[in-house]
């Protein structure tokens, strides 16, 4: 069972860059598909971004690929959100989340119901 810890969230202006860090404890992540979804306050979960255990990626809106890049070090047991040019309309609580997936090394997921293990989230907040 893996366990997952947010940070690197924060308040920060239009325009600034953030990096999220998913850690990973409890087992390696090497097996395991990632992905980060975000919540806002009176909104439902979205999905914002995935990687595969191979390293391929999937971005929710064309507003985001470009701005945000998914990465993950397996050696390092930590997944990454790289977030750049940051508007107001991205404040959220960033969450990571595992997927088990021992048999799908090129597999990716945008729904919150594929994942099995969830981080508690880190809020990030973009002024204008």
């Known amino acids: 069972q893996v366990q997952l810890v947010e940070s690197g969230g924060g308040l920060v202006q239009a325009g600034d860059s953030l990096r999220l860090s998913c850690s990973a404890s409890?087992?390696?992540?090497?097996?395991?598909?990632m992905g980060w979804f975000r919540q806002s306050p009176g909104k439902e979960r979205e999905f914002v971004a995935a990687?595969?255990?191979?390293?391929?990626?999937?971005y929710f809106l064309d507003s985001m690929n470009g701005r945000f890049t998914i990465s993950r070090d397996n050696a390092k047991n930590t997944v990454y959100l790289q977030m750049n040019s940051l508007k107001p309309e991205d404040t959220a609580v960033y969450s990571c989340?595992?997927?088990?997936?021992?048999?799908?090394?090129?597999?990716?997921?945008?729904?919150?119901?594929?994942?099995?293990?969830w981080g508690q989230g880190t809020q990030v907040t973009v002024s204008p």
């Open positions: 989340a595992a997927r088990l997936s021992p048999d799908s090394i090129n597999l990716y997921y945008a729904r919150s119901q594929d994942y099995n293990y």
């Open positions: 409890g087992s390696t992540i090497v097996n395991y598909a």
């Open positions: 990687i595969s255990r191979s390293g391929g990626r999937l």
